[in-house]
């Protein structure tokens, strides 16, 4: 289309929630952000864009992934912990389209004719085109493929309306642009989101790549980790830009070059993600983010639900990982519904959907995102804009969780 703010829309929108949902882990910001810096958007607004984009898609992450300890932590089937935290997640979720429109619409200084149908109508059917499926899967499939289908299911019929409405007026290509086919240029990307499937989806291959396990243990016992080399999203994109490059052609030394350019990018970002999760898991491990949710349980009582989405958005923005925020805190949130005479599906329900708004302004994610467009450093710009939509979606969630905890 003519207009870049459609084009914008997709790929804040469908774009980065069709690699949380294959991908997750922080894939989404990191990817689609270039994309929308590319089509004209500035820096901070394109990174604020892709943070706020997908997280809607975060309560189910890569294929389902935050829901695991949820249903460690209940007993309860998968199906009934998706049900209900899709069903809050697309009471607010309709909002976050409109407002990622908002942003790319300040980021352009000119108005095409269509601005008006560009700012409200397609987002609002953006929403819509997500949230149908993405529920419909969610109650009646289960946690692994909402995000991931939603966005492909809705993302299709909103490329088909723009390509019939608005795609008739096409800018003229440069004369002087060194030219690369769609397919060429998607290349990556399509490797990456095909790897993510085939490596989730098929059982056998799964199960081969989640047994190559590095592990770890305090001498003591008190603390132990481990990491799937073959399975990690991180060893996906390696591979994506490896395979990528070779169907592209790329030259030996375009390899080197860019390589080392990644490299030095990464050194001050690793430093940064270092001392945050460092300082995550002291406050993990000594306790101190459980008390603060034990307390607020103890003295809200009844009310917590209006809480828990806030607890789950606290996990996230200390850990980092949606899917980690509740390894955290689905047991305070079982035992706080038993407590108090709640329905445990939905106070996880709105456990997940915290979590997931809480990704948009979790420092960790801040500063792998920002690092990707050159932003490192100012990370401060983009948590300004996305803490004024986060807070007051969360504040929403726990309206909305009281209201069905009650029912």
Known sequence: SSDPRLTALVVAWFFALLLEGAAGFGTSAALAAPFLVAIGMGPVAAVTAAMLGHIVGVTFGAVGTPVVPMVTASGLEPVEISASMALQASVIGWVVPIVVAFLIARSYTTQPAQAGWARWGLPLISAIAFLVPFLLIAVFVGPELPTLGGAIAGGAVVILLIRRFAAHDRPPAD?????????????????????????????????????????????????????????????????????????????????????ASAGKTLVPVAAALVAMLSLARIMVHAGMVDAIAAAAADALGGAWPLLAPSVGALGTFVTGSATASNALFSDLQVATAEAIGQDVAVMLGAQGLGA??????????????????????????????????VIPLVLAAGAVALVLANL
């Open 175 to 259: 004369p002087d642009a060194e030219s690369m086919s769609l397919a060429k240029a998607m290349a990556p990307y399509l490797i990456l989101v095909a790897l993510v499937l085939v490596t989730r989806l098929v059982g056998p291959l799964r199960e081969a790549l989640q047994s190559i396990e590095l592990s770890w243990s305090a001498a003591d016992g008190t603390f132990s980790g481990s990491f799937q080399p073959f399975y990690h999203p991180g060893t996906m994109l390696f591979i994506s830009f490896l395979l990528g490059a070779l169907v592209q052609r790329a030259r030996p030394d375009q390899l080197r070059d860019s390589l």
């Open 356 to 389: 997931a708004l809480g990704n948009a302004i979790a420092p960790h994610n801040l500063i792998a995102a920002a690092a990707i467009v050159a932003l490192a450093g100012r990370e401060n710009e983009i948590l300004r804009r996305s803490i004024p939509v």
